[in-house]
């Protein structure tokens, strides 16, 4: 198992470890570290990209206080899918899966300093050690789960630190869905691949332990923000969510552009904490990137070119019939029906304009 730690120490690092608790299953996400934060013997494969697909544990650490030994908070389960060392630096990225927490993160830290001789730690008021490593084996005291009142644990022990004491609300992205189905759509490396002219509801979860009806912090001060590709991607709900209640299942309903070529695009979601008329992502913070491929629909883009191309077919038709010097006019009109669906499919998958 990898472990890799996030603080506190800026505001990145925290947004780290918000992200990693909010983006969904297949999602992929991103660490970098400086070399100095890397055990030796780790510094070779990470270069040489030796350690894909390794189970890492990513967690909190908390550094906000000297007087105190560092606290590590497991957070979510991923697989490693790319190292590279850029400089007197690395970049990891990670494929996140679900849920890795702990009951007891007293019992945790303990388990893992035993695995561990150099976690980070204080030196005379200096943090020193290593904040990505490696360990033998998981450790006993961790759990894997995807349900979400074990996310509603994890949200609350962070909320318990002072890096997240402020933070108005929490979020989790649950999955894309088509609209009226149940089941979530799974990503292919990072990826949803959604189908031409349908709807989806991107499902979010919204969270802020402590909030309750007698007593709302949040009132109407913050917002949930979407934006994407209006060529690619629309709207059909509103993408300005209003976070008015401790606890919320929240829906954006999108639809994809009748696109007759696959195309790359995105739903990025930000958060905005403060009271405003009309909130925009201009104004608000980034959160994250939900990535989509839209694909055509086959069968649409099939019978759109076949009813082009009969369109295109009968006007040639008419044509040929109606000239007395062309001799044989059944073998004519058989190429000209021919020719005419032709342009009617080329035209409606878009291999070249009409």
């Known amino acids: 198992m990898l ?4 603080s506190g120490f800026t505001p990145r690092y925290r947004e780290d470890i918000l992200r990693s608790t909010a983006m969904p299953v297949g999602s992929e996400l991103r660490f970098r570290y400086d070399l100095n934060l890397i055990p030796d013997g780790l510094k070779g494969p990470i270069a040489k990209n030796e350690m894909v697909g390794r189970s890492v544990c990513i967690a909190y650490l908390d550094r906000s206080d000297q007087a105190r030994a560092p606290e590590i908070v497991p957070c979510r389960e991923a697989k490693l899918r790319n190292s590279k060392v850029c400089g007197d630096f690395c970049v990891l990225t990670f494929e996140l899966a679900g849920l890795w927490f702990t009951n007891d993160t007293q019992a945790f830290n303990k388990e893992i300093q035993r695995g561990s001789d150099f976690l980070p730690h204080w030196d005379q008021g200096n943090l020193v050690g290593y904040f990505c490593q490696t360990f033998a084996s998981e450790p006993t005291s961790l759990t894997r789960s995807s349900d979400i009142a074990d996310w509603q644990r994890i949200i609350k022990t962070l909320k318990a630190h002072s890096d997240f004491a402020n933070r108005a609300f929490f979020y989790f992205v649950e999955g894309v869905f088509a609209s009226g189905s149940p089941k979530g759509i799974p990503q292919a490396k990072g990826v949803y691949q959604l189908t031409a002219d349908r709807s989806y509801d991107v499902v979010i979860i919204q969270y802020a332990p402590g909030e309750t009806n007698e007593a709302l912090a949040v009132r109407n001060t913050c917002w949930l923000l979407a934006d994407s590709d209006n060529q690619a991607l629309s709207f059909t709900t509103t993408k300005k969510l209003t976070v008015d209640s401790g606890y919320d299942e929240k829906i954006l309903r999108v639809r994809t552009g009748a696109v007759v070529t696959r195309l790359d695009s995105m739903i990025s979601l930000f958060h905005l904490v403060g009271e405003t008329a009309d909130p925009k992502t201009a104004d608000a ?62 035209a409606s998958f878009g291999l070249r304009k009409p």
């Open 285 to 346: 913070t980034w959160d994250f990137d939900i990535r989509v491929k839209i694909v055509p629909n086959a069968w649409a883009a099939l019978w759109k070119g076949l009813l082009l191309g009969g369109f295109l077919a009968l006007q040639g038709l008419v044509l040929c019939f109606a000239n007395p010097q062309i001799q044989y006019k059944t073998s004519v009109s058989v190429l000209v029906v021919i020719a005419g669906l032709l342009a009617g499919l080329v």
């Open 3 to 6: 472990l890799c730690l996030s």
